[in-house]
């Protein structure tokens, strides 16, 4: 079970620090992602990062606002979240998956999720 943490509610243009860990699990052996769901949406793909950390992908509506980073000492990979919006607002997921990373944007792809963070973007 991975441990999603650091939502909250932040202005229109703020940042916020997601982290995700996982007790008992090494995460170094994972590529992790990141989904969110919005109220009334399906759940959609945000970020992924590499086992090794080399190779990140960012879904269109968050590149170069948000940036994905893991510590392979801590066993935490981190999602840090600028200049936010309101349509950003949705409950974060993280999840890891063993599968190739061609498919890092498929959701069934990830075995291992956590139960979320609620982000909310007020405007």
């Not at 703020?14 to 090494?26: E, I, V, Y």
């Not at 960012?58 to 349509?87: C, H, W």
């Not at 061609?102 to 069934?108: C, L, N």
Request: some cysteine; glycine content about 12%; overall charge positive.
């Amino acid at each position: 079970q991975l441990q999603a943490s650091g939502g909250g509610l932040v202005q229109t243009g703020g940042s916020l620090r997601l982290s995700c860990t996982s007790p008992g699990r090494t995460l170094t052996s994972y590529t992790v992602g990141w989904f969110r769901q919005a109220p009334g949406k399906e759940r959609e793909f945000v970020v992924a990062i590499s086992r090794n950390g080399a190779g990140t992908a960012y879904a269109d509506s968050v590149n170069g606002r948000f940036i994905i980073s893991r510590t392979n000492v801590k066993n935490t990979v981190y999602l840090q979240m600028n200049s936010l919006k309101p349509e950003d607002t949705a409950v974060y997921y993280c999840a890891a998956s063993n599968g190739v990373w061609s498919a890092r944007d498929q959701e069934t792809m990830y075995a291992h999720w956590g139960r979320g963070t609620l982000v909310t973007v007020s405007s």
